[in-house]
């Protein structure tokens, strides 16, 4: 699980998204079938996936992926503050005023 989150990485280097999406969503969903879906290690995914949904112009999924990303990081026990401000300012776009 932790490989198929290195891949992803490595392929975001790359800007091979679809493989990219791919990967990083099979590691969503182990983590959320290993730790269940309120774990740091899935939000801090979803945040991975929401920024790249983002980057990729899928914006309806980018936000659902930040919202329950943000959503887990704020409860979850151990979760890095730093990831939760990031989903933060990855939502900015997001907001009402920023819409236009």
């Not at 490989?3 to 983590?31: C, M, W, Y």
Request: aromatic share 4%; net charge positive; with cysteine.
């Amino acid at each position: 699980m932790v490989r198929l989150h290195t891949l992803a990485k490595v392929l975001q280097a790359e800007k091979n998204s679809p493989r990219r999406r791919r990967f990083i969503g099979e590691a969503d969903r182990d983590f959320e079938a290993k730790f269940g879906k309120d774990h740091a290690s899935v939000g801090m995914n979803r945040l991975g996936l929401g920024q790249i949904l983002g980057q990729t112009n899928r914006l309806p999924e980018a936000e659902t992926e930040l919202l329950e990303a943000e959503r887990v990081l704020a409860i979850a026990q151990g979760a890095p503050k730093r990831r939760h401000e990031q989903c933060y300012e990855a939502l900015l776009p997001f907001t009402p005023a920023r819409r236009g």
